[in-house]
C-alpha cells in the first residue's frame, strides 16, 4: 500500500486537495482510502456524507474514515492508561483529573497514525491518503517516534529491570502500585508498532509527503521550516501543492493580489526547487461535494498520475554531531566551477549552474558556520563547524 500524506497550515486546503488526490486514484482504479487524522475532521463536510471512525464506500474503489482518536488511544495505550489512573488514584487524585492526566498532550496525533499499519496489513488498498494536522502537530508527531526511540534504547530496559528488583519494598514505601509487565508489554508493543510506522514513511518507495501551501508570505514560511524538518527526520517530501492561486485575468483591486502573488511564487521555486510545484487556482465558490473535488483534482494533477513518486530525490542529509556537521546536497550535473554558496539570516543559498536554491537550515546548525565546501562527484559537502564563543 502506497501513503501520501497531506500537511500544512491550516485553512491552505489540506482536506480539500486530499479528498482531490483520493478521487483521482480511485478513478484510475486504485483501492483508495482517504483518511483524516486532523481532530478537526471536515472529509464528512467536504464529502456531503457521514464519515465515521470505521471506513464507508463513497464511490467505487474509495473509502474515506475519520479516525477517531479514543477508540485508537484505547486499543494501544488502554493498559499503560489503566495503570497511571490507578496509580493518581491511589496518591490522593480524583477520577477526573486522573483521567485527564492519563493521556499525555499531543499523543493523541499519535495513535490516528497507527490506523495506518491496520490499513496497510488489510491488504484492502492499493493507496491510503492521509489528511494530516496543521504543519507543526505533524511534525512534532514524527519526530516523536526519535525521541521514543532514544528512550527505548537508553531507559526502558534499566527501568524494567529495576522495577523488577524493588517492587516488594517500593510499592509499601510509595503505597501505590508499580507498573506491572502488562504495561511494559503494552509499551513495548506500541514502541515496536511506531517503529514500523516510521519505517513505512520514511521509505521513499512507500510513502510521500506534500506540502499544501498557499502564495502568501506566512504559510509558505511555515512550509519552508516544515520542508527542512521532515528532511532532516527523513521523511520524504515529493510535492508541493500551491492552492488558491489567483487566474491572471482578474481585474479591479484583485490584480495587486495577483502581483503579490506572483512575488510570492517566485520565492517558492527557490525554495523547492527541484520538487515538482502543482498548481491549483482560487475556484470562485467553496468547493464541497464530488463534483467540486474532482475539478480541484482536474485542476492539480491533469493527466498526471496522483499516485506516482512525483520526486525521490532528498533535500539534504546531514551528518555528524553538534561541533562538526556535514550537509551534503545532491546536485547532478554541474561542475565544480559552477557552484558557489552563501548563508545568510539562517537560510543557505546555493548557486548550482545558475539555479539558485534556498534552504533554510535546521536548528541544529544556529552557531556554526561553513568551514570548508567541495564538490565531490554529484554530492555537494558542506563542512559546518561551531563558531567560536566570543
Ligand atoms: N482552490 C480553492 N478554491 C476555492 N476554495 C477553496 C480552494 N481550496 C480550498 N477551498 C476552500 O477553503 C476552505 C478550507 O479548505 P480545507 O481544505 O478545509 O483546508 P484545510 O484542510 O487545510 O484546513 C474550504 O471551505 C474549501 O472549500
Ligand atoms: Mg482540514
Known amino acids: 500500500m502506497r501513503v501520501i500524506l497531506y500537511t500544512g497550515k491550516g485553512g491552505v486546503g489540506k482536506t480539500t486537495v486530499s479528498a482531490a488526490t483520493a478521487v483521482?486514484?480511485?478513478?484510475?482504479?486504485?483501492?483508495?482510502?482517504?483518511?483524516?487524522t486532523d481532530a478537526a475532521h471536515?472529509?464528512?463536510?467536504?464529502?456531503?456524507?457521514?464519515?465515521?471512525?470505521?471506513?464507508?464506500?463513497?464511490?467505487?474503489?474509495?473509502?474515506?474514515?475519520?479516525?477517531?482518536?479514543?477508540?485508537e488511544l484505547g486499543l494501544n495505550?488502554?493498559?499503560?492508561?489503566?495503570?497511571?489512573?490507578?496509580?493518581?488514584?491511589?496518591?490522593?487524585?480524583?477520577?477526573?483529573?486522573?483521567?485527564?492526566?492519563?493521556?499525555?498532550?499531543?499523543?493523541?496525533?499519535?495513535?490516528?497514525?497507527?490506523?495506518?499499519?491496520?490499513?496497510?496489513?488489510?491488504?484492502?488498498?492499493?493507496?491510503?491518503?492521509?489528511?494530516?494536522?496543521?504543519?507543526?502537530?505533524?511534525?512534532?508527531?514524527?519526530?516523536?517516534?526519535d525521541?521514543?526511540?532514544?528512550?527505548?534504547?537508553?531507559?526502558?530496559?534499566?527501568?524494567?529491570?529495576?522495577?523488577?528488583?524493588?517492587?516488594?519494598?517500593?510499592?509499601?514505601?510509595?503505597?501505590?502500585?508499580?507498573?506491572?509487565?502488562?504495561?511494559?508489554?503494552?509499551?513495548?508493543?506500541?514502541?515496536?508498532?511506531?517503529m514500523r510506522i516510521k519505517t513505512m514513511l520514511t521509505d521513499p518507495s512507500r510513502a510521500s509527503v506534500r506540502l499544501v501551501t498557499n502564495a502568501e508570505k506566512m504559510v509558505i514560511a511555515e512550509s519552508r521550516r516544515a520542508y527542512t524538518c521532515l528532511g532532516l527526520y527523513g521523511y520524504p517530501v515529493d510535492a508541493v501543492i500551491i492552492n488558491r492561486l489567483l487566474p491572471a485575468e482578474v481585474d479591479g483591486y484583485l490584480?495587486?493580489?495577483l502581483g503579490i502573488q506572483s512575488r510570492h511564487l517566485e520565492e517558492i521555486e527557490r525554495a523547492f526547487r527541484p520538487l515538482p510545484l502543482l498548481r491549483c487556482k482560487l475556484f470562485p465558490q467553496e468547493m464541497?461535494?464530488?463534483?467540486?473535488?474532482?475539478?480541484?483534482?482536474?485542476?492539480?494533477?491533469?493527466?498526471?498520475?496522483?499516485?506516482?513518486?512525483?520526486?525521490?530525490d532528498k533535500p539534504f542529509d546531514l551528518v555528524g554531531e553538534a561541533g562538526a556537521y556535514e550537509m551534503r546536497l545532491h546536485l547532478p550535473g554541474v561542475t565544480k566551477k559552477e557552484v558557489d554558496l552563501l548563508v545568510k539570516e539562517g537560510e543557505l543559498i546555493?548557486?548550482?549552474?545558475?539555479?539558485?536554491?534556498?534552504?533554510?537550515?535546521?536548528r541544529q546548525l544556529e552557531h556554526h558556520t561553513v568551514a570548508r565546501a567541495r564538490l565531490d562527484g554529484e554530492t555537494f559537502k558542506i563542512l559546518f563547524t561551531q563558531e567560536k564563543a566570543k
Not at 467540486?292 to 506516482?308: K, L, M, W
Open 77 to 145: 495505550w488502554g493498559t499503560i492508561q489503566t495503570y497511571i489512573k490507578h496509580f493518581l488514584s491511589r496518591r490522593g487524585y480524583g477520577e477526573a483529573v486522573a483521567e485527564e492526566l492519563s493521556v499525555l498532550p499531543g499523543m493523541e496525533d499519535l495513535f490516528s497514525l497507527l490506523r495506518l499499519l491496520e490499513l496497510d496489513e488489510s491488504g484492502r488498498y492499493d493507496v491510503a491518503i492521509l489528511d494530516c494536522a496543521p504543519t507543526g502537530a505533524t511534525l512534532q508527531l514524527l519526530g516523536f517516534t
Open 24 to 36: 483521482a486514484c480511485a478513478a484510475r482504479g486504485l483501492r483508495t482510502i482517504v483518511l483524516s
Open 288 to 312: 464541497t461535494g464530488l463534483a467540486a473535488v474532482e475539478a480541484v483534482a482536474a485542476e492539480i494533477f491533469g493527466d498526471r498520475d496522483p499516485a506516482a513518486v512525483l520526486h525521490s
Open 350 to 362: 546555493v548557486n548550482a549552474g545558475g539555479f539558485v536554491r534556498h534552504i533554510l537550515l535546521p
Open 42 to 71: 471536515s472529509l464528512s463536510d467536504l464529502l456531503e456524507r457521514g464519515i465515521g471512525p470505521e471506513p464507508v464506500e463513497i464511490v467505487k474503489n474509495l473509502e474515506a474514515c475519520e479516525v477517531d482518536v479514543h477508540h
Open 255 to 257: 490584480r495587486q493580489w
Open 147 to 194: 525521541v521514543f526511540d532514544w528512550y527505548m534504547d537508553r531507559v526502558f530496559d534499566i527501568e524494567r529491570k529495576l522495577v523488577r528488583a524493588i517492587r516488594p519494598v517500593a510499592e509499601r514505601i510509595i503505597n501505590a502500585p508499580l507498573p506491572g509487565d502488562e504495561v511494559f508489554g503494552q509499551v513495548e508493543q506500541l514502541y515496536q508498532r511506531m
